[in-house]
């Protein structure tokens, strides 16, 4: 079959290129997942499962939100997190990529500006695929630049939407965008601001509302929920009018089946915490920051220290699988992430600071990367 064979190559390749990935289980300290607050595995998600199921809740929803599988939990969830996260309403889809391509997919129009981050998520640029409206690109971070294609824009001759995409906490770089700045751009250029809160959600702002909460201009989120709330799913936040164009035109949502009622239960549940017990959050900020304090005792640059997320640039792959699968056999799970994950020639390990682990086991990891650093160099 010529297909297996061309497969096959393409495998062979990425083999030898250090780049083909395996699926491995989960074992050691947990320096590589994105459950944040440790919530996951918690006993606070396990008892609202059993009080859930109790209650008569549904393990399954049986068909697409639309078509039968809508359930007073969903709605439930969807009201308590628009108060949650003070927007007019809420969306609750299967995952936070389903979600992303869900708005980008539908929410522009042909005469309209995607205007997007260079380091934006993949599901943006998945639902971006399918838009009909103009996309560009600015410089990372870079709000002067974002300005200067947004006014080239209407130079041009643009008069629809114009559309901001960013993260707020970026996934393989751990640094934080601008928003402040970025929402004073919204402003200026009457721009949606849409907000991808995946991993500041749990982790910052109030109640762990996330570092968008309380901007000033034309917003739309996307709170995750596989990762500081430890479930799955995609939150939507904004206005109603844009949450109603969604129910009624978004593929992702309309063609999908909807999520599981239990697991809508259980985010309701990691919601509540958030609000009512602080000593979440601020367990995962002294965490990072002792993380920070043994980053930087080993040399990892200032920069690289922003959020949960540590990046360590090693820029090879083979070097930096070698140093990952070496973390791992000491009982440290560090994953490296390769091309196209990340640009070429920035391969790097991806620590990340989990409820998982303690002070100690934070304190053992960097002391086991310096002598790794030091074997290497």
């Known amino acids: 079959m010529k297909a297996a064979a061309r497969l096959e190559s393409m495998l062979d390749t990425l083999q030898v290129r250090n780049r083909r990935r395996v699926l491995t289980p989960a074992s050691g300290l947990d320096f590589a997942s994105n459950?944040?607050?440790?919530?996951?595995?918690?006993?606070?998600?396990?008892?609202?499962?059993?009080?859930?199921?109790?209650?008569?809740?549904?393990?399954?929803?049986?068909?697409?939100?639309?078509?039968?599988?809508?359930?007073?939990?969903?709605?439930?969830?969807?009201?308590?997190?628009?108060?949650?996260?003070?927007?007019?309403?809420?969306?609750?889809?299967g995952g936070g990529f389903q979600a992303n391509q869900a708005i980008f997919a539908t929410l522009p129009a042909a005469d309209d500006l995607v205007l997007y981050d260079a380091l934006v998520h993949a599901s943006a640029h998945e639902?971006?695929?399918?838009?009909?409206?103009?996309?560009?690109?600015?410089?990372?971070?870079?709000?002067?630049?974002?300005?200067?294609?947004?006014?080239?824009?209407?130079?041009?001759?643009?008069?629809?939407?114009?559309?901001?995409?960013?993260?707020?906490?970026?996934?393989?770089?751990?640094?934080?965008?601008?928003?402040?700045?970025?929402?004073?751009?919204?402003?200026?250029?009457?721009?949606?601001?849409?907000?991808?809160?995946?991993h500041a959600t749990g982790v910052f702002g109030p109640q762990g509302q996330g570092l968008a909460h309380d901007l000033d201009c034309p917003l739309l989120t996307l709170h995750t929920c596989g990762k500081g709330l430890g479930v799955v799913g995609g939150l939507i936040c904004g206005p109603k009018v844009m949450i109603d164009t969604l129910i009624n035109r978004a593929r992702p949502f309309i063609f999908a089946t909807a999520p599981s009622p239990l697991n809508a239960a259980l985010v309701r549940a990691a919601l509540g915490a958030l609000a009512t017990q602080t000593g979440l959050v601020d367990a995962a900020q002294k965490r990072i920051g002792h993380a920070h304090d043994a980053a930087r005792a080993i040399g990892i640059a200032e920069a690289a220290l922003n959020s949960q997320i540590i990046p360590n640039v090693l820029g090879d792959d083979a070097r930096t699988m070698t140093m990952a699968q070496g973390l791992q056999t000491q009982g440290f799970d560090v994953r490296g992430i390769r091309p196209p994950t990340v640009p070429r020639g920035t391969s790097r390990l991806r620590i990340s600071i989990t409820g998982n682990v303690d002070r100690a086991d934070i304190s053992a990891l960097f002391n086991a990367l310096a002598a790794h650093q030091s074997e290497a160099a």
């Open 127 to 198: 639902g971006m695929r399918s838009c009909r409206a103009d996309q560009r690109s600015f410089r990372h971070n870079d709000v002067g630049d974002a300005r200067e294609k947004a006014q080239q824009w209407r130079t041009e001759g643009g008069s629809g939407q114009i559309w901001i995409a960013v993260e707020s906490v970026y996934s393989m770089e751990g640094d934080l965008a601008p928003l402040t700045d970025l929402a004073g751009l919204a402003r200026e250029q009457d721009a949606v601001l849409v907000v991808d809160e995946a």
């Open 35 to 93: 459950d944040y607050l440790g919530l996951a595995g918690s006993l606070l998600l396990q008892e609202a499962a059993k009080e859930a199921l109790a209650r008569g809740v549904p393990v399954g929803s049986g068909g697409s939100r639309l078509l039968r599988g809508n359930h007073t939990e969903h709605e439930a969830l969807e009201a308590e997190a628009a108060a949650f996260f003070g927007a007019e309403a809420a969306l609750f889809m």
